[in-house]
């Protein structure tokens, strides 16, 4: 099968068969990780690789703590104004589709928005290129790679102000300078493993920020302060985390994952410009290496193209569903074939239709 | 190996091998649990079999909803003075342990707390029988099974004020009149299946209580809303869950759970009561049928037991790190076999020494 999903998605072939062993037996200690203590050395040293291989592969200084946490990017919509922004301080979000949407939406619970970029003018098909960010905002949040509307950063904004990014769906995916980020966060399901876990990476001297009294298991200086270890951590989602980083290091690192990316996104989007059938909006220089969204000319036809999709194995085809229209998802574990096979399929299907 | 751990704990060696395959190849479709999308048939339909067998081996009534949320009993200690008590609003909490404390401590950032039982006074040592919790408390919160203590909620106070309980560490192990509680909430580590994912049963009669503006992915009403799948849910841990419910139902359900945590607490206890180098404080009526807390009259010969439990593949006997001592967890999943085991080495350990 040629897995396509947005998220959950596909994982290495390898990172999935040394679960599938460690939830039967962990290290050969004749117990599951689904059984073992949170505070044994055994998980203990999990965790501890993780965080120093999240440090390695993005090439993090010493300012940086790297935090494993319950939940998804919707909780840090939450968690992020609640520690870093006071009742009358403002925050400056960049709106660029449905996720960062969700964010303004949480941070306005806490603070005030200012609303610094938007692309909702052009329904959501590019990336704002000049626009200032006011000396009183507290941070700049961004969303990396718009996982529904198919747009990614390419140049980050240039801005003293502390920047926030919501990195979901292309962490790992490509070589960043990540210092000049105070936050980044990022749900597991995409590149990084499986749902359930958050990363979180802080540059500590942004905390703290707020005087606000936060609940004990949101407060990011605590989960610091505990070694990303305050309560029973969703063990075996950092575990499956850890297993796919060590494959993203083995492979390469993060310019063989980019490389990657660049090669299979090329190719697909050059298929859909060269095809009349088909037709991508977003603006070129934004397009997303990781998740292609397209449509065809002919509505009709879409139906008839998901089904042979279907019959030949691919999945994960469809559109987010308030957008309708195509998305073809190019995470780091999808094999450059599995793009080959479905460009062909495009061609061939464009040549009898 | 016999597993006495407190949570992450032992579960069904049938649920792990399901477990273990379907990360391989889910319901023979060809693709890993941890690679389908949360919106497919496939996974709404393991949602929903696993939020109607909770209905089922919990004899919920139509008036609650069945939710599985992100995180542990942490994030509820948080989560449920947020969706229920109002900032002028006062809650009575019962304070018999860690855990509770805890709680007590999460409600206070958002309304008042009136500790209406506490059994602080004799080390936790036993529950609260005789307390009246006044009319203007929003709710009443306790923990029925004190999985650090040792004490376990035998018969729950009668009170017309909604009963809010955290049931982590003994859920599904007993029968009980669950429709007298008006919210139940239970992290899955223990009981139920995998760390990162957590049960909450809602009689929607108590929502809305409260006024305040809550983060969207905190209020319940917007769970209920959603099917429980307002956002990515932590896939693989609700699927962990839903075998071991289909275990616990095809072992003969609550009744055979409690008649098996029955049998194991009483040959344990009897040991430990017979024995004169072990010694349990926790005051009879009150002890649990899941975690036995005890300590030796003679601490020197502490590690030199844990050292021959040890020896013997019997782990997670140590006592919680605060508190010291011995304690020995009694699972659903824990075969008689294994506490038989360790009576055996409990007698055999006092007649060398």
Known sequence: MHNFNSGPSILPQEVLAQTANAVIDFNNIGLSILEIGHRTNWFVDVMEEARALVKELMQLNEHYEVLFL?????????QVPMNLLDNNATAA????GVWGSKAIKEASVFGHVNVVASSKDKNYTYL?????????????????????????????????TPIVADMSSDIFSREINFNLFSLIYAGAQKNMGAAGVTL?????????????????IMNYQNHIDAGSLLNTPPV????????TLRWI???GGLAIMQKRAEQKSSLLYQTIDELPIFHCPIQKE???NMNAVFYMQDENLQNLFLNVCKENGMIGVKGYRTMGGLRISMY?????????????????FANKN
């Open 249 to 251: 290091k083995k492979e």
């Open 332 to 348: 780091n574990a999808l094999p450059l074939e599995s793009v080959v096979a479905i460009t062909d399929l495009m061609k061939d």
């Open 70 to 78: 319950h939940g998804g990017a919707t909780t840090q919509f939450m």
């Open 236 to 243: 075996f989602a950092v575990y499956v985390t850890l297993l």
């Open 286 to 288: 934004d397009r997303s």
């Open 200 to 216: 979180v990476v802080i540059n500590k001297n942004i905390l703290p920020k707020t005087n606000r009294n936060i609940p004990a």
């Open 128 to 160: 704002n290129k000049n626009f200032t960010v006011p000396q009183d905002c507290t941070y700049l949040h961004l969303t990396s790679n718009n996982t529904v509307e198919g747009t990614q950063w390419h140049q980050f904004p240039t801005t003293n």
């Open 93 to 96: 979000y960049c709106d660029n």
